[in-house]
Nanobody, 124 residues
Framework: QVQLVESGGGLVQAGGSLRLSCAAS????????MGWFRQAPGKEREFVAA????????YYADSVKGRFTISRDNAKNTVYLQMNSLKPEDTAVYYC?????????????????WGQGTQVTVSS
């Protein structure tokens, strides 16, 4: 079992930047993929980005490609999501998730542990 704690959310103007962090404990962090998902009010949770156990492979949703960057520091048991050029439609609760294996996926079922979420609000 993996415990995940997100931080770094907040209120930002459109065009601004935020960096989310997710600290993990439990299983050996470097053995599994990590991902970020988000859920906007009234919408289903959607995939944002994922990274393999060693960081060599990354996946992004088309809606964030070129604006968001996922990275990880295995020495600190932490995964990050750098969000640039934020848009109002990026407003959501952002969740980090621990993968079931080393290679990342983009579906909910690819991830076995979830954080509590952090709110990101982008004003126009």
């Amino acid at each position: 079992q993996v415990q995940l704690v997100e931080s770094g959310g907040g209120l930002v103007q459109a065009g601004g930047s935020l960096r989310l962090s997710c600290a993990a404990s439990g299983r050996t962090f470097s053995s599994y993929a990590m991902g970020w998902f988000r859920q906007a009010p009234g919408k289903e949770r959607e995939f944002v980005a994922a990274i393999s156990w060693g960081g060599a492979i990354t996946y992004y949703a088309d809606s964030v490609k070129g604006r968001f960057t996922i990275s990880r520091d295995n020495a600190k048991n932490t995964v990050y999501l750098q969000m640039n050029s934020l848009k109002p439609e990026d407003t959501a609760v952002y969740y980090c998730a621990a993968g079931r294996r080393g290679r990342p996926g983009s579906n909910d079922n690819d991830f076995g542990s979830w954080g509590q979420g952090t709110q990101v609000t982008v004003s126009s």
